[in-house]
Structure formats: C-alpha cells, structure tokens
C-alpha cells in the first residue's frame, strides 16, 4: 500500500499553527508591558551585592551564607506610579515580599507599599512596611488553596490612583482604596530579603506595563 507522505507532515504543521497562534496570543494579552529584569544581569536595580544576584535567568536573594541585620532590598532605579506589574517568585523559607510604590531611606532600606510573600500566614495581604503594618488583611485559608508551596506562583500587582489591587495566580486576594494622605502615589519597585533565619527567594518574568 502507497503511503501517503502528508499523513506525517499534518500533525507537525498543526503543531507548528498551535505554537505561533499561542503565541500570538499571549503577545497580545502581554501588550504593553515592558521588561523590568533583562534575564542575564541586575541592570535597572540596585541591592547589596552580598545577597543578591542572577543565576539562570532568575534574580536569587538568599541570606543562607550572609545574615541581614535587618529587612534588605533590591530596588528598581526608577520610580513607578500608575501601573500594572507581574512577576513570579518561588520561596523557599521564610518571609519576602514586593514593594510597590515605596521609598529607599538608607543602605537598602526601605519603606512603603508591600504585596507580602510568606510560606503560610501572609502571603497575599497588603503590607506598608516601616509604616502602618497591615493595610488590607486575607483569609489565609481561602488564599492557600491558590498558592503553589515550593513552586513558582505569579503576582499581578496593578496601581492606579487611590486603589491597589493583588492577584495571586489569578485570585484576587486584595482589592483596596486608600483614603488616607499618608499613601505614596508614586514610588520604587523593590524585592525584599527578610531578616532572620536563612532563606531564599526567586523572582523571574518581570514587567509592568504604565498606566495613564
């Protein structure tokens, strides 16, 4: 029996339409989002060169060789303030979190808006470090069924004007409006290396897009 030739070839030809339609696809969902981590250097942030850097194509904090003092940070050189971010970190003990909106004070410190990041309690809250603590709080058990523990889970963190809102692998786990003249409308974007035991955190595929 003669075979036919484009019995073989149809599938590879359809996996190849599939591959640049899914593509297509997500250009478009990605449009105007702009890379903030070029995948190779720290180019565009600032931190102590102790405890961060790019391995992979990932940025890597970890404290496990040299122990922080206090909370340090790996800052954006630029500042932000109507936006949309999204980035994926993976945690490995411990306590991190993104600053949005924020301030640097001194030797990586810094103070303002945080999309926390915990291994249990706080993941997912709005925090304002070095300020008034708790903005807006979760319901812990409802956002574990989102969190992939070990793994690597995405936030989507959107400013524009009075009100922030957090996604956690597409759940939203706060949307909230600030009323008070102390907020910042406009700041760094900054990771966060907690102080205390060693730990290490993972940050990759981040851009923002700027809103009017």
Not at 109 to 118: K, L, N, P, T
Request: hydrophobic content about 35%.
């Amino acid at each position: 029996m003669r075979k036919n030739p484009y019995v073989a070839v149809w599938p590879v030809v359809l996996i190849a339409l599939f591959g640049l339609r899914s593509a297509a696809v997500r250009a478009a969902e990605e449009e105007g989002f702009k890379p903030l981590f070029d995948g190779k250097t720290l180019a565009g942030w600032e931190g102590d060169p102790r405890f961060w850097s790019v391995q992979d194509g990932v940025i890597v904090g970890s404290t496990d060789e040299t122990r922080t003092p206090h909370n340090t940070f790996l800052c954006t050189t630029k500042t932000y303030k109507n936006f949309i971010l999204k980035l994926e970190f993976r945690l490995r003990n411990h306590n991190s979190g993104v600053q949005i909106r924020s301030k640097r004070l001194d030797d990586f410190i810094v103070a303002g808006y945080q999309a926390d990041i915990a291994e249990k309690r706080y993941t997912g809250i709005l925090y304002e470090e070095r300020g008034r603590g708790i903005l807006a709080d979760v319901n812990p058990e409802e956002v574990a069924k989102h969190v992939k523990p070990g793994d690597w889970n995405e936030y989507t963190i959107t400013c524009d004007g009075p009100r922030i809102r957090l996604e956690l692998n597409g759940f939203t786990t706060v949307d909230y409006e600030e009323k008070s003249p102390e907020g910042a409308k406009e700041g760094i974007i900054a990771l966060q290396l907690h102080a205390g035991p060693p730990m290490k955190v993972e940050f990759r595929n981040i851009r923002i897009k700027e809103l009017p």
